[in-house]
Every structure is written in C-alpha cells, then in structure tokens.
C-alpha cells in the first residue's frame, strides 16, 4: 500500500516537473530576445562613420568587415548578413528581399586648387585643366563629376594622371586644379599649404539635382526587419548618430576606426585629417528616397 502510494507520488512529481518544464520552454521561446542584426561593411573611408557605432559592446547589432563590395554582396546572398552598407550602383545588384533603407552620403570628390576662395558652383572651373586620379577612371567618382559637367554646360580640360604625379604637383607647387577623393586631398593639402579645398562636389551636386548624392545605401534584408525589429530600429539610430559623432570628435573617431578594423590600411592620423572632408550626411525617409531618385533622374 505504502510502496503503491509512494510510487503514485513520484508519478505526480515526475508529471508536475515535466509540465513545468514545457512552460518554462514555451515562455523563453515566446520571450527569446532577438539575435544582433549583422550589418556587414567594406574595409576603407566609405565606412569610418561606422567606427563610432556602440555596436563593439552592444548585442543588438554589430558589423561584419569585408575586404571588398562584392564579399559584401555575397554575404547578402548567403544571409550571413541583415543589413550593409553599399554603393549606389549596387542596387541593381540587390539580392531579393534586401530594400534599401537610408542613404549615407559620403567620400565625393573635391575641388582643390591654389586659390583661397570658395567656388559657388562648378563654372568657376570652365575652360581651365583639371587633374584627377587615373584610378578614378570609369567609376563612380568620375562618372558623377562627368554627369555634374554635362548637366551644368561647363567645358574644361579633364586629365587622368596617376597619383603619384598629382603629389609631385603639389610639392612642387605646380599644382592648380584637382578633383581629389577625400584621402588624396587631405594628402594634399598637408604637402602644399596654398592649396585649399573649394568646392565639394557633393554639395555641386545637390544644387543640380535638389537633393544630396546617393553615394552609399544602406539596406537591410526583409527577413530581419521582420523577426528583428527592436534591433533594426537601434542599427539606423545608431548609425545617424554616429556619423555627427564622426564629425565632431575626429580624433577619437579615427582611433576608434583602427581599432575596429575599419581603416583599410590607413594610419589615425591620415584618417583624422580625412574626416572632415568626408561630406557624411545620413538621410532616411522620404530624404533617402528623394536623393536616390534625384540621383537616378540626373544619370539619365
């Protein structure tokens, strides 16, 4: 009787802790947080904003460095990546279920030329000989300055040259006119006092088209807006945020960015001197649509 008693007890234990368990389980699935969005980036300036994301500590994103865009793309296929950061011209090369979210425009060209003065608009430059980086050839750098000369009727003597010959110009102090990537000219004007920045190309291009160049499109991955909500929305505040961080603690910025991995082979110091010449702006919204039909509508 005993014994029977016993064993009908140990059945109740046993069926109690079985059931406790399943609830345990089903209110941990049910409250699961949600795994970190991976935003996955390409090594160099176009992502130095990203040095100042808190994602390095954070659990609701971080990022993932590639060497290269197409690595980018691939881990977009593969969804090994939520979000990324990509050049405007691969958005035609999208995965399927990847939209594009906001657009960070940054790293266009500038005008560097012996003079002090800041130049309004691209007209000041007509008729005269202007140095850019052979490397630049047939991208999208120089495919929006063309755009930006065609569209503004100005005429003037475009020559490709390596870069090694524009640093040579500017020690020399032969150097005039240049259309310079961000890295280049701090170079520049580093090795030839005289020559000043006068007009960033970003801005030429938002008085021609009405709204700011989509240089670079960050874009997040249906899926994860879906199961990862609370994350996606910390990923976009963050990354505004962190690019006014980026202009306005420079230093810090650029240290951070060599130790995350984000500097591509530059020193802090040469990426210190680039920031602010980096042009970042985030926009979102009706913002990032606007600036990337603009851009669309210009290219036609």
Not at 1 to 7: D, E, K, T, V, W
Not at 13 to 22: I, K, N, P, Q
Not at 181 to 203: F, G, H, I, K
Request: proline share 5%; hydrophobic share 50%.
């Amino acid at each position: 009787m005993a014994g029977r008693f016993s064993r009908k007890n140990v059945a109740l234990v046993l069926l109690f802790t079985l059931l406790l368990v399943l609830i345990v389980g089903a209110s941990l699935l049910l409250t699961r947080k949600e795994s970190p969005v991976v935003l996955a980036l390409e090594a160099g300036p176009q992502s130095w904003w990203a040095c100042a994301l808190p994602s390095f500590s954070g659990s609701a994103y971080r990022t993932a460095i590639y060497l290269d865009n197409q690595s980018v793309l691939q881990a977009m296929e593969e969804e090994t990546a939520d979000a990324a950061l990509v050049p405007y011209e691969s958005l035609s090369a999208l995965p399927a279920g990847y939209k594009s979210a906001a657009v960070v425009s940054c790293l266009t060209l500038t005008a560097v030329e012996q003079s002090g003065a800041k130049a309004a608009t691209l007209s000041a430059f007509a008729g005269r000989t202007a140095l850019i980086p052979q490397a630049l050839r047939d991208t999208p750098a120089s495919a929006m300055l063309t755009t930006l000369l065609e569209r503004s009727g100005v005429a003037l003597d475009l020559r490709y040259v390596a870069e090694e010959e524009i640093l040579a110009a500017a020690q020399n102090g032969t150097l005039e006119l240049a259309f310079l990537p961000a890295d280049l000219a701090a170079q520049v004007t580093s090795a030839q006092p005289a020559l000043r920045p006068s007009l960033d190309l970003a801005d030429a291009w938002e008085q021609t088209a009405g709204a700011p160049p989509a240089a670079w499109v960050l874009v997040l991955s249906e899926r994860a807006m879906q199961q990862k909500p609370n994350g996606v929305r910390e990923l976009l505040s963050a990354c505004e945020s962190s690019l006014g961080y980026a202009h306005k603690s420079h230093q810090k910025a650029a240290l951070l960015a060599v130790e995350a991995g984000l500097d591509g082979g530059y020193d802090a110091a040469q990426i210190q001197a680039m920031l602010p010449r980096a042009g970042y702006r985030f926009l979102s919204g009706a913002q990032a649509r606007t600036s990337i039909q603009a851009r669309a509508a210009l290219e036609l």
